[in-house]
């Protein structure tokens, strides 16, 4: 049966994790992730899972990727400095495939910049911040319910995928209250990720089917002998010299999320259908923004709302299918302009695209992006 509690943005990950299956935790606390680990600590142990406090961020998504190699579900949490620490091994995630989930309860930068105030300065280190052509999927969380249910489906998508996940929190999110009704578990749909069913040495770990994009990999410690590696592989796990291989399986990365982004690309719109005017929003902002469009509602303005959840890959097809309509879109982020960039490209120019940032630790009101919509004329300044 469904219930309802009264919980914080941060005590619904480690719920929606731990409905998810994750019943592994390496981490290091920093603010304003540092709740995430505490409910981990706690609930843990009540699940047979473990929860381990590393040195440092770095060691702490190593262990994350070693216990997913064994067959757990892992999750680390941090905050932008210790998600910068995390970048390599990240990467090593990726092209390993190793599947796991990383929450980034992002806070002010840059370094340790103020460390309980809100931002989203960490969209574009999301996409980018491990170095060489990679896949990425992350998810941002607009509301402490949504928390709950998004978290879920990151494990999800990861499980499928074998890919980490960024779960892109920010600190609104994180440290809000709010009365969720949490959906029966029994009505939760979970993933878990493919497994051969070889026994001894399997020499072909990392084959996949022509057409298809995930290997099937049974964990280490169930009676099956292969090579996990950061460097370019064959299908055996063994580092090759190949540029035709190492192309064919950085390629088959790629394609495994880029050729999969209807299923993994999500949005959120609200009174978009005849919207002259779209606002473009992620995560924290969205409270503001809908507040700001129903006002602008109410004065006969037509203003709608386009929300990503899906931050990466951008939901460009959705966004696009929008254009026509349109006669301007205005980006509110809690940054200098990070997912305004992403707007601009696919726009193109055929229309004028506004951005209203924030970057002095403080939030957005719904009445600044009003009088933000009643400017005359484009403007790209916070």
Same mark, same amino acid.
Request: net charge negative; glycine share 10%.
């Given at each position: 049966m469904p219930k309802t509690v009264l919980m914080q943005g941060n005590e619904a990950a480690v719920e929606g994790a731990v409905a998810a299956g994750m019943r592994? =935790? #390496?981490?290091?606390?920093i603010t304003p992730s540092t709740e995430i680990a505490e409910g981990c600590a706690l609930r843990l142990p009540q699940e047979g899972g473990k929860f381990i406090q590393m040195e440092d961020e770095i060691s702490s998504i190593a262990a994350v990727l070693g216990a997913s190699a064994?067959?757990?579900?892992? !999750?680390? #949490?941090? &905050?932008?400095?210790? =998600?910068s620490l995390m970048q *390599?091994?990240?990467?090593?995630?990726?092209? #390993? *495939?190793i599947p796991c989930v990383i929450v980034d309860v992002q806070r002010s930068g840059p370094s340790t910049g103020l460390p309980t105030s809100p931002s989203q300065g960490d969209y574009m280190q999301a996409r980018w911040g491990t170095h060489g052509d990679h896949p990425v999927i992350a998810l941002s969380p607009a509301t402490v319910r949504e928390t709950y249910t998004l978290i879920i489906r990151a494990f999800n998508l990861s499980e499928k995928y074998r890919t980490p996940v960024i779960f892109l929190m920010d600190e609104i999110v994180g440290h809000m209250r709010e009365d969720v009704e949490l959906p029966d578990p029994s009505t939760l749909k979970i993933n878990q990720r493919k497994m051969s069913f070889h026994d001894g040495a399997n020499k072909q770990c990392y084959f996949v089917p022509d057409g298809q994009f995930v290997p099937a990999m049974k964990p280490f410690g169930q009676g099956e002998r292969y090579n996990i590696t950061g460097l370019a592989h064959d299908e055996s796990g063994f580092p090759?010299? &190949? &540029? *035709?291989?190492?192309?064919?399986?950085?390629?088959r990365l790629l394609d495994k999320v880029e050729k999969n982004v209807d299923d993994i690309c999500r949005v959120e719109e609200v009174e978009m259908d005849d919207a002259e005017?779209?606002?473009v929003c992620f995560g924290g902002t969205t409270r503001a923004v809908m507040d700001a469009v129903a006002a602008a509602r109410e004065a006969g303005e037509?203003?709608? !709302?386009?929300r990503p959840i899906t931050v990466w890959p951008f939901p460009e097809k959705a966004l696009r299918a929008r254009?026509?309509?349109l006669?301007?879109?205005?980006t509110v982020e809690h940054n200098h302009g990070q997912m305004l960039l992403e707007v601009q490209r696919i726009v193109g120019g055929a229309l004028s695209v506004d951005f209203l940032g924030r970057i002095d630790g403080t939030v957005i009101s719904p009445a600044d992006i009003l009088a933000k919509l009643r400017e005359e004329g484009p403007s790209h300044a916070e």
């Amino acid at each position: 049966m469904p219930k309802t509690v009264l919980m914080q943005g941060n005590e619904a990950a480690v719920e929606g994790a731990v409905a998810a299956g994750m019943r592994f =935790f #390496a981490g290091y606390p920093i603010t304003p992730s540092t709740e995430i680990a505490e409910g981990c600590a706690l609930r843990l142990p009540q699940e047979g899972g473990k929860f381990i406090q590393m040195e440092d961020e770095i060691s702490s998504i190593a262990a994350v990727l070693g216990a997913s190699a064994a067959g757990m579900k892992a !999750m680390t #949490a941090t &905050s932008g400095p210790g =998600f910068s620490l995390m970048q *390599e091994n990240i990467g090593y995630g990726a092209m #390993a *495939e190793i599947p796991c989930v990383i929450v980034d309860v992002q806070r002010s930068g840059p370094s340790t910049g103020l460390p309980t105030s809100p931002s989203q300065g960490d969209y574009m280190q999301a996409r980018w911040g491990t170095h060489g052509d990679h896949p990425v999927i992350a998810l941002s969380p607009a509301t402490v319910r949504e928390t709950y249910t998004l978290i879920i489906r990151a494990f999800n998508l990861s499980e499928k995928y074998r890919t980490p996940v960024i779960f892109l929190m920010d600190e609104i999110v994180g440290h809000m209250r709010e009365d969720v009704e949490l959906p029966d578990p029994s009505t939760l749909k979970i993933n878990q990720r493919k497994m051969s069913f070889h026994d001894g040495a399997n020499k072909q770990c990392y084959f996949v089917p022509d057409g298809q994009f995930v290997p099937a990999m049974k964990p280490f410690g169930q009676g099956e002998r292969y090579n996990i590696t950061g460097l370019a592989h064959d299908e055996s796990g063994f580092p090759v010299n &190949s &540029s *035709e291989i190492a192309g064919k399986l950085v390629g088959r990365l790629l394609d495994k999320v880029e050729k999969n982004v209807d299923d993994i690309c999500r949005v959120e719109e609200v009174e978009m259908d005849d919207a002259e005017t779209a606002i473009v929003c992620f995560g924290g902002t969205t409270r503001a923004v809908m507040d700001a469009v129903a006002a602008a509602r109410e004065a006969g303005e037509k203003v709608g !709302m386009f929300r990503p959840i899906t931050v990466w890959p951008f939901p460009e097809k959705a966004l696009r299918a929008r254009l026509p309509r349109l006669k301007r879109i205005l980006t509110v982020e809690h940054n200098h302009g990070q997912m305004l960039l992403e707007v601009q490209r696919i726009v193109g120019g055929a229309l004028s695209v506004d951005f209203l940032g924030r970057i002095d630790g403080t939030v957005i009101s719904p009445a600044d992006i009003l009088a933000k919509l009643r400017e005359e004329g484009p403007s790209h300044a916070e």
